[in-house]
């Protein structure tokens, strides 16, 4: 984790807004799994449609955000057909906020 390329990733307030409703994907996003066998689990990821829906941006645009915010370590990705399901990375979210605590 490079702490720079975390505070970039979060200074854009529709990205932050998507790392919130991550923290809580059962309460932002009911239909997540839609498109899934049951016997398919995404681990609390949410769909990148279903991301771009509550985000009211384009498609191209979330997914440019979602690659940041991976890139920054702070979200994980886990493809299943045509199909790629985000979710929080909480071990590089424990990390910023313990640099936080102890750099800043």
């Avoid at 919130?20 to 949410?46: C, D, N, Y």
């Avoid at 994980?76 to 605590?101: D, L, P």
């Amino acid at each position: 984790m490079k702490p720079i390329d975390v505070f970039k990733a979060l200074s854009n307030e529709t990205r932050l807004n998507i790392l919130h409703w991550l923290k809580e994907p059962e309460k932002h996003f009911p239909k997540q799994g839609a498109h899934l066998p049951r016997e398919v689990s995404v681990k609390g990821g949410v769909c990148v449609g279903d991301i771009q829906e509550k985000a009211k941006a384009s498609q191209s645009t979330v997914s440019h955000y979602l690659q940041l915010m991976q890139n920054a370590g702070l979200l994980e990705s886990v493809r299943y057909g045509q199909w790629t399901y985000y979710r929080r990375n909480e071990e590089v979210i424990q990390q910023i906020a313990e640099y936080f605590k102890t750099e800043i």
